[in-house]
Nanobody, 121 residues
Framework: QVQLVESGGGLVQPGGSLRLSCAAS????????MGWYRQAPDAPGKQREL????????NYADSVKGRFTISRDNAKNTVYLQMNSLKFEDTAVYYC??????????????WGQGTQVTVSS
């Protein structure tokens, strides 16, 4: 069993910053990648959008390049998302995602419970 626990969401004014954290715990042998997705309140079909991912390579959505930075602490099985210059359109529930190889040798994709980020004046 593997759990992802997120923290760091909240209410921030436009132009402000937030830092999200996601810690993975449980029967972990290896983590192939960790990343962040978000679900905007008006997203068609409640689709989750990739924000940033860190694995063999690091990728960002075009909408966040230059403003968001993803980083990992592999010793702590933790991924961070530093969000600067936040805009109204960054308002969403942010979900952590990780591909984990368990101690039994199986690979699964896990999701966190989500953390709300609201950008409002």
């Amino acid at each position: 069993q593997v759990q992802l626990v997120e923290s760091g969401g909240g209410l921030v004014q436009p132009g402000g910053s937030l830092r999200l954290s996601c810690a993975a715990s449980g029967s972990i042998s290896r983590i192939n990648y960790m990343g962040w997705y978000r679900q905007a309140p008006d997203a068609p079909g409640k689709q989750r959008e990739l924000v940033a991912i860190s694995g063999g390579v690091t990728n960002y959505a075009d909408s966040v390049k230059g403003r968001f930075t993803i980083s990992r602490d592999n010793a702590k099985n933790t991924v961070y998302l530093q969000m600067n210059s936040l805009k109204f359109e960054d308002t969403a529930v942010y979900y952590c995602n990780a591909e984990v190889v368990t101690t039994r040798g199986y690979s699964y994709s896990y999701w966190g419970q989500g953390t709300q980020v609201t950008v409002s004046s």
